[in-house]
């Protein structure tokens, strides 16, 4: 099956992501929605890139199966062209392991960004290599939503098993 995106000439074909669907121990998620700092994530689109081999919690976590190390990255668009001044925004990328409930969920990273200096759009990009352990859960926050640019595949979430 061959997809066409958008204005694009080039015919995408669908079936050309099948090695990026099928890694064991993996996820690509697609910003969906969101409902006050908690993003909401998807799996299913058009063009096939989006994909999950983990569960996801909540629209919004997702949850390792297999003690290893792994690659997690996140991207978020912030659009500011409707206000005067840029202000500050945070995000970041959380774990959390619930076989241990007195330990709080913690940043493995996080960004700041903002200022009366700002361009206009952001896309802020976080990626790291973190050992998880089964169980653990893998978010991306931000603190305010009002700015995030929803445009379709702008905003992502994924992680595999290195």
């Known amino acids: 099956e061959v997809l066409k995106i958008g204005d694009s000439e080039k ?3 669908k079936d050309s992501f099948s090695w990026w669907r099928e890694r064991p121990n ?3 998620l697609y910003l969906k929605d969101w409902y006050r700092t908690q993003l909401h994530w998807t799996a299913t689109e058009e063009t096939g890139s989006a994909f999950s081999k983990l569960s996801i ?3 919004n976590k997702l949850v390792i199966k297999k003690t ?3 690659f997690v990255y996140a991207a978020v668009v912030f659009d500011f062209r409707t206000v005067i001044k840029v202000p500050q925004v945070y ?3 959380t774990s959390f392991l619930p076989v241990l409930p007195h330990l709080q969920p913690f940043v493995l990273m996080g960004k700041y ?3 009366p200096f700002s361009e206009k759009r952001h896309t802020g990009y976080l990626c790291g290599i973190s050992k998880f352990y089964k169980g653990h859960q893998i978010s991306v926050s931000v603190n305010d939503h009002s700015f995030i ?3 379709p595949y702008a905003n992502f979430f994924g992680i595999f098993r290195l």
Request: hydrophobic share 25%; proline share 5%; charged share 15%.
């Open 11 to 13: 015919p995408i074909d």
């Open 26 to 28: 993996s996820a690509h």
């Open 57 to 59: 919690v909540d629209q």
């Open 68 to 70: 290893a190390n792994y």
């Open 91 to 93: 995000y970041n990328i």
């Open 113 to 115: 960004g903002g200022s």
């Open 149 to 151: 640019d929803n445009t």
